[in-house]
């Protein structure tokens, strides 16, 4: 299946279904519920977390000789305090996964989202280099574009501070640009769009070289304006060929708009995502933005697990190696949710969803008005795998017909009788809600 696209435009009717068809459909899903209730399933799949056997890839990290002689290659002594832009190492390690060079490279704390809510809090305070007061101070307030469906932690930070979101449509080439186009040339109180580039939470769209292009040159009335882009999936293919990602922040220099990309990445889901190491690469003006903040809260990060993670991981062959046994590890799980959706959906097409070529997650779409009660009828059957409207701001899916699946945790049986119960109840739900419109 090709990827949803979340425009009303096709939606998933029904339409031709005969009566007596819906209710062979919801008759044997009720039979097929029945017997998943007597299995006593406790099954959860809510977020997208590496499973066991892939954090066993790097258990080598708990090794202490990866931290002797505990000094950097710039002459550090990670034991101590300082170093608030990041050892010479871990920055000269992920420089290439974030596109910039590793001078302007920070790398702090184990979380890019930590990073992420961190500069917002900066921009929110103080503004950011080009801008002329702080984020809270605009008569309008602020307001950040948001790619829909996407990732909700993203948009839980906009809702903390009070950051208004507008909504713009996943296409099966990245973002709308058209609509962002046309918003952000006229709206001077939007200051920040969220993008997750490469293999999209969660629809796993790969931006095109054309959509990056268009956001690194498109003119925007606020000059604060920044890109959130958050590369969370720079090395995790699925497939044998690992997709390419044009280089935002070069698009951005040829473009002159230096300062407008701000570029997250991390090892969470490389090594071990509780422990790992965040960064950000930006312009030098964003990086001495942000470092002249960071001393003020911290006295540097912890060196010691940079030093231990880039000695771990060594170099981009060195991340390439491991994240091809993380990427076997994966795929069967990715092709079963293919099979167990093929065999349920193909001929009634009541359901769609994505085939990611890389990532954490599939897009399910379902029939309008449906979702969040295929949510609550796979919870009562001991399977969690989502919260309805979970991918759209403040949590209003207004069509409720979107789920994201997260197959990557369970163990492959589990996930086999989860995908089941997930299928039968959407079947359930599909044909109750198209036999009650029949009946208007």
């Given at each position: 299946m090709g990827h949803c696209v979340t425009t009303k435009a096709g939606r998933i009717t029904g339409e031709g279904m005969t009566r007596e068809h819906?209710?062979?459909?919801?008759?044997?899903a009720e039979i097929r519920m029945r017997e998943l209730r007597d299995l006593g399933l406790c099954i959860d799949m809510s977020r997208g977390i590496p499973a066991r056997e892939q954090l066993r890839l790097s258990d080598a990290l708990l090794d202490d000789a990866l931290i002797d002689p505990p000094i950097s290659a710039d002459d550090v002594d990670c034991r101590n305090y300082g170093g608030q832009q990041g050892i010479l190492d871990a920055r000269r390690l992920l420089s290439p996964l974030l596109g910039v060079p590793e001078a302007q490279v920070i790398v702090h704390g184990n979380s890019s989202l930590a990073l992420m809510y961190e500069c917002i809090a900066l921009a929110w305070r103080k503004g950011v280099p080009g801008g002329t007061a702080p984020w809270s101070a605009g008569e309008h307030g602020a307001t950040f574009i948001c790619v829909v469906p996407g990732y909700d932690r993203h948009f839980a930070m906009c809702e903390d501070f009070g950051i208004r979101m507008i909504r713009v449509d996943m296409l099966n080439d990245g973002p709308d640009v058209d609509a962002v186009r046309r918003l952000v040339a006229t709206d001077p109180s939007i200051k920040g769009m969220w993008c997750v580039p490469k293999y999209s939470n969660p629809t796993g769209t790969v931006y095109s070289d054309e959509v990056v292009k268009e956001l690194a040159t498109m003119p925007t009335l606020a000059p604060d304006f920044r890109l959130f882009w958050d590369n969370a999936y720079a090395?995790?293919?699925?497939?044998?060929?690992?997709?390419?990602?044009?280089?935002?922040?070069?698009?951005?220099?040829?473009?002159?708009?230096?300062?407008?990309?701000?570029?997250?990445?991390?090892?969470?889901?490389?090594?071990?995502?509780?422990?790992?190491?965040?960064?950000?690469?930006?312009?030098?003006?964003?990086?001495?933005?942000?470092?002249?903040?960071?001393?003020?809260?911290?006295?540097?990060?912890?060196?010691?697990?940079?030093?231990?993670?880039?000695?771990?991981?060594?170099?981009?062959?060195?991340?390439?190696?491991?994240?091809?046994?993380?990427?076997?590890?994966?795929?069967?799980?990715?092709?079963?949710?293919?099979?167990?959706?093929?065999?349920?959906?193909?001929?009634s097409g009541l359901a769609r969803w994505t085939s990611p070529k890389g990532g954490y997650f599939v897009s399910l779409e379902v029939v309008p008005g449906t979702a969040a009660k295929t949510v609550a009828l796979a919870q009562s059957l001991g399977v969690k795998f989502a919260t309805a409207g979970s991918c759209f701001p403040y949590r209003d899916d207004p069509d409720d017909v979107h789920l994201r699946i997260a197959p990557s945790y369970p163990a492959i049986e589990d996930l086999a009788l989860a995908l089941e119960t997930i299928a039968v109840c959407t079947l359930k739900s599909a044909a109750d809600e198209l036999l009650r419109q029949a009946r208007r």
């Amino acid at each position: 299946m090709g990827h949803c696209v979340t425009t009303k435009a096709g939606r998933i009717t029904g339409e031709g279904m005969t009566r007596e068809h819906l209710e062979q459909i919801r008759d044997d899903a009720e039979i097929r519920m029945r017997e998943l209730r007597d299995l006593g399933l406790c099954i959860d799949m809510s977020r997208g977390i590496p499973a066991r056997e892939q954090l066993r890839l790097s258990d080598a990290l708990l090794d202490d000789a990866l931290i002797d002689p505990p000094i950097s290659a710039d002459d550090v002594d990670c034991r101590n305090y300082g170093g608030q832009q990041g050892i010479l190492d871990a920055r000269r390690l992920l420089s290439p996964l974030l596109g910039v060079p590793e001078a302007q490279v920070i790398v702090h704390g184990n979380s890019s989202l930590a990073l992420m809510y961190e500069c917002i809090a900066l921009a929110w305070r103080k503004g950011v280099p080009g801008g002329t007061a702080p984020w809270s101070a605009g008569e309008h307030g602020a307001t950040f574009i948001c790619v829909v469906p996407g990732y909700d932690r993203h948009f839980a930070m906009c809702e903390d501070f009070g950051i208004r979101m507008i909504r713009v449509d996943m296409l099966n080439d990245g973002p709308d640009v058209d609509a962002v186009r046309r918003l952000v040339a006229t709206d001077p109180s939007i200051k920040g769009m969220w993008c997750v580039p490469k293999y999209s939470n969660p629809t796993g769209t790969v931006y095109s070289d054309e959509v990056v292009k268009e956001l690194a040159t498109m003119p925007t009335l606020a000059p604060d304006f920044r890109l959130f882009w958050d590369n969370a999936y720079a090395v995790h293919p699925l497939a044998d060929v690992d997709e390419s990602l044009a280089n935002l922040y070069e698009a951005c220099v040829g473009a002159g708009t230096t300062d407008r990309a701000l570029i997250f990445t991390s090892t969470s889901k490389m090594t071990h995502p509780g422990s790992g190491v965040a960064a950000i690469g930006a312009s030098e003006a964003n990086i001495r933005w942000w470092l002249d903040a960071a001393g003020l809260r911290s006295v540097g990060p912890d060196k010691l697990n940079q030093l231990r993670q880039a000695r771990f991981l060594r170099s981009p062959s060195g991340v390439k190696a491991l994240m091809e046994q993380h990427r076997l590890l994966l795929k069967p799980k990715f092709d079963l949710v293919s099979h167990v959706f093929e065999r349920h959906f193909a001929t009634s097409g009541l359901a769609r969803w994505t085939s990611p070529k890389g990532g954490y997650f599939v897009s399910l779409e379902v029939v309008p008005g449906t979702a969040a009660k295929t949510v609550a009828l796979a919870q009562s059957l001991g399977v969690k795998f989502a919260t309805a409207g979970s991918c759209f701001p403040y949590r209003d899916d207004p069509d409720d017909v979107h789920l994201r699946i997260a197959p990557s945790y369970p163990a492959i049986e589990d996930l086999a009788l989860a995908l089941e119960t997930i299928a039968v109840c959407t079947l359930k739900s599909a044909a109750d809600e198209l036999l009650r419109q029949a009946r208007r």
